[in-house]
C-alpha cells in the first residue's frame, strides 16, 4: 500500500486515482518481492545451468548473468512490468499534482515560518547535465524542469507509491535509521550542524533533525522545486531544516563547519568524477571529529553476479546513467581519494529503524555490517548500507 | 493545469523480440489497473451503502437472475467476446453469415 503523506502539501486525490496508486503500489511490491524471487528461482534452475553446459563455468561477471537473461521469458517479463510500474506510479499522481499547484503555491507561501526553518535559492547556480539532460528514474519532466514545485510534489507523491508501504511514515525510513544508527552506536557524537547533500525533499533531513532536535539541519539540492517543496513540507511537519539550492560539488558553505555531511541515494547520481569533488568538499566542510556518512546501494564487488544484475537493472532500464559506474568503485577508496584516512573509514549495515523498537535498534547496530541480497535493495527484508569517514580530529603530521 | 509531461523524454526499451509484446503488457497492466478500479468502487458502493442501512452485499449474493435476466446477461457477455475477438476474426475467420447477421443486427 502506498503511505498517506501527513503533512499540508499532500495532494487530495480522487477516490479512483488512490485505487490505482493502492494497484500500482501493490503491483511493485509483488514484482519487487514475488517476481523476483521467480526470477532468481528461474535463473538458479535454468539460466545458470544452461550457461555451464554450454561454458564450462558459471557466469562471472554480471553482464554475463545480464546477457544470458536477456533472452529468458520470465526476466523479459519481469523487465517490461516493471518499466510499466515505474510508468504507472508517475502517471497516478502526475495529473492531480498539476492540477492542485496553485494550491501548493498558496500553501507554500502560507508555511513559510512556521517551524523556523529557512529557504535560501540560487537563480543563478547551473543546474548539473545529471540532473537537466535525463528524466531520472522515468520521472516525467525530471526533477529541476522549472522553480515551480511541481517536481517535488511529484516525486513526494509518487515515492508514497514507489516505496510500496517499505520506505517509513513520512518516506524517512532511510534518514531514520541512519541518524539512529549514528546516535545508537557512537553515543558520545553530538552533532550541532548537519548537512544533507542531494536532498531532493528533504524527507531525511526531518529525519536527523528529529533524531537531534539540539542540532541545526541543513539540506541542499540543485533544483529550487525540489527545495522549495521541501522547506514548505518540512515546516508543514513541524520540523526546522534550513534549504538552499546549492550544488555538492560546489558547497557555499565555510570549512570545518558542519559535525556530520551526509547523503541518501545520491552518490549513484554522480559521475565517479563528481562523486570525489563531493567528498573532497565534504571533509573540507567538516570539522575535525566530523562523520561523512553516505546511504547507498552496495558495491559490486560485495556482491555475487546475480546479485549484482538484479541491482543494476535501474542502470539498464530505469534511466540511472551512473548507477553502475558508482556501484563498481570501491566505496573505500573513493572516501580516500576524498583525503580521508584509511583508518577513518567508516562502513555499516542497518535494518530499518520505522519497523522495529528503539530498544531492538540499539542492539542491532552493534552486529558487524553484513551485506547480503537484501542489502540496499526494496523489498521486505530490505536493509540500509551506508559508509563515510571521520574527519581527523587532529591534522594528520606532515 | 500545467504542462507536466506525463512520460519520461526518450525511447521505451523493448524486452520482446516483438515489439507488439512490450505493447501488449502495457496494455494488459492499463486494463488491470482499471479493472482494479472499478472492483474497488463496487467494493466501496456495497460498504457505503451498508453504512446507509442497505444490506446490498448481502442482497446481491442472495440476488437470482430471473430467465429474463439471464438471458440479458448471456446476451451482454456474447457481445464483449465478440468486441475482444473483433480483429482476430476480422483478419482470420471466414465470415459466417450467421454471426455476420447479430453483428449487423447490433
Not at chain 1, 539550492?245 to 563528481?274: G, I
Not at chain 1, 552493534?366 to 526494496?378: M, S, V, Y
Request: glycine share 6%; with cysteine.
Amino acid at each position: 500500500m502506498p503511505v498517506e503523506l501527513s503533512h499540508d502539501l499532500m495532494v487530495a486525490f480522487p477516490r479512483d486515482t488512490l485505487a490505482r496508486q493502492d494497484f500500482v503500489s501493490s503491483l511493485r511490491g509483488y514484482i519487487l518481492n514475488d517476481m523476483a524471487a521467480g526470477m532468481k528461482a528461474r535463473y538458479e534452475a535454468q539460466v545458470r545451468p544452461a550457461f555451464e553446459r554450454r561454458e564450462g563455468r558459471p557466469p562471472r561477471t554480471q553482464d554475463e548473468v545480464h546477457a544470458a537473461m536477456r533472452r529468458d521469458l520470465y526476466f523479459r517479463y519481469y523487465s517490461a512490468v516493471r518499466y510499466n510500474a515505474q510508468e504507472m506510479v508517475w502517471r497516478s499522481v502526475i495529473p492531480s499534482v498539476a492540477s492542485a499547484l496553485p494550491e501548493l503555491e498558496h500553501k507554500l507561501e502560507t508555511l513559510d515560518g512556521r517551524a523556523g526553518g529557512s529557504l535560501t535559492l540560487d537563480p543563478d547556480l547551473e543546474i548539473p547535465e545529471n540532473v537537466a539532460g535525463i528524466d531520472v528514474h522515468l520521472m516525467p519532466g525530471g526533477y529541476a524542469p522549472s522553480d515551480a514545485p511541481t517536481a517535488g510534489a511529484v516525486y513526494d507523491n509518487g515515492l508514497a507509491v514507489f516505496s510500496a508501504g517499505l520506505m517509513g511514515a513520512n518516506l524517512d525510513d532511510i534518514g531514520l535509521s541512519m541518524s539512529n544508527y549514528v546516535k545508537h552506536r557512537f553515543p558520545e557524537f553530538r552533532p550541532a550542524r548537519i548537512l544533507d547533500c542531494g536532498s531532493t525533499v528533504g524527507h531525511n533531513a526531518t529525519a536527523w533533525a528529529m533524531t537531534y532536535p539540539q542540532a541545526e539541519v541543513h539540506a541542499i539540492d540543485v533544483s529550487a522545486a525540489l527545495v522549495r517543496y521541501g522547506h514548505g513540507r518540512a515546516e508543514s511537519l513541524g520540523v526546522p531544516v534550513h534549504f538552499h539550492q546549492m550544488d555538492a560539488t560546489a558547497l557555499d558553505f565555510p570549512d570545518n563547519s558542519f559535525d556530520v555531511v551526509f547523503s541518501s541515494m545520491f552518490l549513484h547520481e554522480l559521475s565517479v568524477k563528481d562523486i570525489r569533488k563531493f567528498f573532497a568538499e565534504a571533509r573540507r566542510v567538516l570539522r575535525p571529529g566530523g562523520l561523512l556518512l553516505n546511504m547507498e546501494l552496495p558495491p559490486n564487488q560485495a556482491l555475487d553476479p546475480y546479485d549484482q544484475f538484479y541491482l543494476d537493472w535501474d542502470c539498464y532500464y530505469n534511466k540511472e546513467p551512473f548507477y553502475r559506474a558508482f556501484r563498481d568503485q570501491d566505496p573505500q577508496a573513493l572516501i580516500e581519494a576524498g583525503g580521508f584516512r584509511p583508518e577513518d573509514y567508516v562502513q555499516l549495515t542497518t535494518p530499518q529503524f520505522s519497523y522495529m523498537p528503539e530498544a531492538a535498534y540499539a542492539e542491532a547496530v552493534n552486529a558487524p555490517p553484513a551485506i547480503g541480497q537484501d542489502t540496499g535493495r526494496l523489498s521486505s527484508a530490505v536493509h540500509w548500507f551506508g559508509f563515510g569517514a571521520w574527519k581527523a580530529a587532529e591534522p594528520t603530521a606532515a | 493545469m500545467s504542462d507536466v509531461p506525463l512520460q519520461a523524454a526518450g525511447r521505451r526499451p523493448a524486452f520482446f523480440d516483438d515489439p507488439g509484446l512490450d505493447q501488449l503488457v502495457s496494455i494488459v497492466l492499463e486494463l488491470a489497473g482499471e479493472l482494479w478500479v472499478v472492483r474497488e468502487r463496487l467494493y466501496a458502493l456495497e460498504a457505503v451503502a451498508a453504512d446507509q442501512g442497505l444490506a446490498l452485499r448481502q442482497a446481491i449474493e442472495a440476488w437470482k437472475p430471473s430467465a429474463e435476466q439471464q438471458a440479458e446477461l448471456a446476451d451482454m457477455r456474447r457481445r464483449m467476446l465478440e468486441e475482444m475477438f473483433r480483429t482476430l476474426n476480422q483478419e482470420h475467420r471466414p465470415v459466417d453469415p450467421a454471426t455476420a447477421d447479430v453483428a449487423r443486427a447490433d
